[in-house]
């Protein structure tokens, strides 16, 4: 049965995506992605505190059968949610997963009562910059040493919700 907060979505490759809310029992899937995906992952223990005990984050998981293929997370503070990481399985890139998740999430800080979005990007990430510029976030800065891993730069993005 499908919740308010999941969705399903046809991809052209013949696969279903189901993107719903990220629980407990998705981490050891999650991490994999994480693990695969940066060079600085998150620990188990920080995504665990976001799911259980952190009301201000909301946190998704794409699933593709039993896999998870990405996720994605936010947090919605009065009117303004910060997403805080975005990442799909290497085995499932290049098939929209990373847009559909961050189409979702949007939609999901829209309900949730956010009239922008904000984010940082690695100054070096130009696929995930373009992804961003396509769906009208813009430049709003930069953070110097952003990145712990190897003091690279972040870009801010800001997309203003309709």
Do not use: C
């Amino acid at each position: 049965m499908k919740t308010a907060d999941e969705k399903h979505i046809s991809e052209e490759e013949g696969f279903s995506v189901r993107i719903r809310p990220m629980t407990v029992r998705d981490l050891d899937g999650v991490m994999e992605v994480e693990r695969l995906s940066y060079s600085s992952p998150w620990r188990y223990e920080d995504f665990y505190r976001e799911v259980v005990f952190n009301q201000l984050a909301f946190y998704f998981v794409a699933q593709i059968g039993e896999s998870i293929a990405g996720f994605v997370g936010m947090w919605v503070i009065v009117d303004e949610a910060h997403i805080t990481n975005i990442a799909v399985h290497p085995d499932f890139r290049r098939k929209k997963i990373g847009e559909k998740l961050l189409l979702f999430v949007l939609e999901e800080a829209k309900k949730r009562g956010a009239r922008r979005v904000i984010l940082e990007v690695r100054v070096s990430n130009y696929k995930a910059q373009n992804l961003y510029l396509k769906h009208d976030f813009r430049y709003a800065g930069v953070r110097k040493n952003y990145y712990r891993d190897n003091n690279e730069d972040a870009f801010l993005m800001i997309k203003e919700l309709k």
